[in-house]
């Protein structure tokens, strides 16, 4: 795989500020230029995104992007904690919004504010090809590879060049995934292993093997919503809007408010992105700390196999696929749903984040 070097440039557009709590967080909406020169299967529908491919069924892709995120930071912060960065990587048909969603009580479900009031930074992405990102016309270049390298890229850069003025590099950055976009961290750290620029990984609903529900159906994106995606290619998907297997099946475990913001704000992805996820059933030689952490009301991942009620059990067969990794934990939070974040009992999994982070960052 080959890996291209990132260019510097930061587009600032505004800054603006929340108060948390007790915590000042400031919060920049910008954008971060990533060179990406990888190889991606010519088969946008390869489920091991050419990993078990020979060269002649792959083709290079090498192109510029621009990174939408957004960055908030504590107001007042020792220099220890200042040096460490959480990437935030949302999932599939989601966007940054997914760490901090404007509804009714979003302090309760914004992890940016939460980690502000616990005095780290975060970053949030929109996914290549989704949100304010870049979106290549051709959806087959959107695929793990050059997903996985722009997340790599964005990180390296962010170890060597001031995020802001202001603002120093950082010495540690933590990459938290949710769901697809833990399988995206999960990749990064299959190509690049040792070399992965990631000092610790916190994979939140994913685990080694997905058992989608048939309720969560995948369209073409242009089919769902003419109005605003009808010039896309058909390789764009997204969901229909019965979004509930993302939720614990009990509904009084969330707000039905969410479920509207969410089907309001749901995003497009491409369908290799949907399709290449099966690549977390393979072994990475990542040697940071890993731990993944899933709801014990996950209908995507836990309810439908009963594997999660095990803990041990479960642990046994994901640690297998880290066999270098530095340590290895699984956190199974009882009641939360898929999306952990996005149900009433999300301060849980935020308290465990925030104890990882401590741990792996050595704060
Ligand atoms: C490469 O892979 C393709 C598709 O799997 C296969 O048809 C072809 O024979 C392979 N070529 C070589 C040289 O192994
Ligand atoms: C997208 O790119 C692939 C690979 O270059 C090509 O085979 C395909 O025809 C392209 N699709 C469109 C709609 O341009
Ligand atoms: C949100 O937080 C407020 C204040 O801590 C609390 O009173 C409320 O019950 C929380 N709501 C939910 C849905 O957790």
Known sequence: MLLGTLSVLFHVLCIYVHVVSAATCSCSPLFVPVHVDVLVPKDPMDVFAGLKSNLSSLRRVDDTYDIYGVFCRPDTMPPKKAGVLQLLVHGLTYTSQYWS???????????????????????????????????????????????????????????KSSILPGVSPFRKIIGIGHSVGSSLLNFGAIVEGARFPFDGLILTGSLSVMVPPPSIVRLSARDVDPLRWGALDPGYITTTSDRTAFYPANPNAFSPRMLIFDDFTKDVGSVSTFQQAPTTTLTTRYTGPVSKVVGSEDQILCVQTGRCADIAALTATEQGLWPAAQSFEVVVAQGSGHDLNLDFLAQGPFNTFIRLVYQFAGL
Do not use: M
């Open 101 to 159: 969603p404007p509804v009714e009580e979003f302090r309760n479900y914004s992890y940016a504010a939460f980690s502000c009031d616990h005095g780290l930074s975060t970053l949030a992405i929109d996914w290549l090809g989704v949100g304010l990102s870049s979106r290549p016309i051709n959806a087959s270049d959107v695929q793990f590879p050059t997903g996985a390298a722009a997340l790599s890229q964005i990180a390296r850069h962010l170890k």
